[in-house]
């Protein structure tokens, strides 16, 4: 039978797994991010308390791990996640040719292969971010989930490659048919407004470890 910190331990496993923190964890699935903290698993006469079944049921799903996983970190055996396995390449790698075709979609060698959580589709790839361009959004060392099959709109964060192999992580401010306007993540940063036709590709990015 389960104990308390059983339980507990689990989800601190789980985010260990995929290289983030509990906190992380509970942001990404909707939650207070205090929700997973060690102060929150007694009460204040020094009761254990569970996590409760809404909270766990939203994370494994946002992580996309089921319940048997779990239970296998629970039980201290080695766990099998579900999440998919996806291209990995750093950013700085980013721009050199032959990693992407014109659709922005990951072709030819050089990239490595990353297990994450919660996303589901074709194409999709991680970037691992490198320097302080995109802090305190983005900070060194995270890595961040591209779909370029999916739409972008106003407000999404994105990957754009310039025609000259530039390389960026900016917001989407406005698109048109014939310029894109791009707002920096680091206010240190000079927002950017493009010509359609420098811009090779722009891809959505869908997730964020933190």
């Known amino acids: 039978m389960f104990e308390h910190r059983d339980i507990w331990l689990g ?11 509990a906190s992380a964890m509970a942001r990404q699935a909707g939650l207070d991010p205090t929700t997973f903290n060690k102060s929150k698993r007694h009460s204040h006469s020094g009761k254990p308390r569970w996590p409760s079944t809404e909270s766990l049921s939203k ?3 946002v992580m996309n791990v089921d319940i048997e996983s779990f239970a296998q970190l629970v039980m201290h055996e080695s766990g099998r996640t579900s999440g998919n396995t996806v291209p990995l390449i750093g950013f700085a790698q980013a721009g050199d040719e032959g990693l992407f075709d014109d659709a922005g979609y990951p072709v030819g060698t050089g990239w490595d292969e990353v297990r994450v959580p919660g996303v589901n589709g074709e ?12 802090h305190p959004v983005l900070r060194d060392g995270d890595r961040v989930i591209v779909a370029p099959n999916e739409d ?3 407000g ?3 990957i754009v490659k310039t025609i000259g192999g530039e390389i960026m992580a900016k917001e989407l401010k406005r698109m048109t048919e014939t310029r894109i306007e791009l707002t920096s993540l680091n206010p240190d940063y000079k927002d950017r407004t493009l010509d359609r036709f420098e811009v ?3 891809a959505r ?6």
């Open 11 to 21: 989800l601190d496993r789980l985010a260990e797994r995929f290289d983030t923190t």
């Open 59 to 61: 994370v494994l799903a």
């Open 123 to 134: 194409n999709i790839y991680a970037l691992e971010i490198s320097g302080d361009s995109m």
């Open 152 to 154: 972008v709109r106003r």
């Open 156 to 158: 999404d964060r994105v």
């Open 200 to 202: 090779l590709w722009i």
């Open 205 to 210: 990015i869908v997730w964020a470890s933190q």
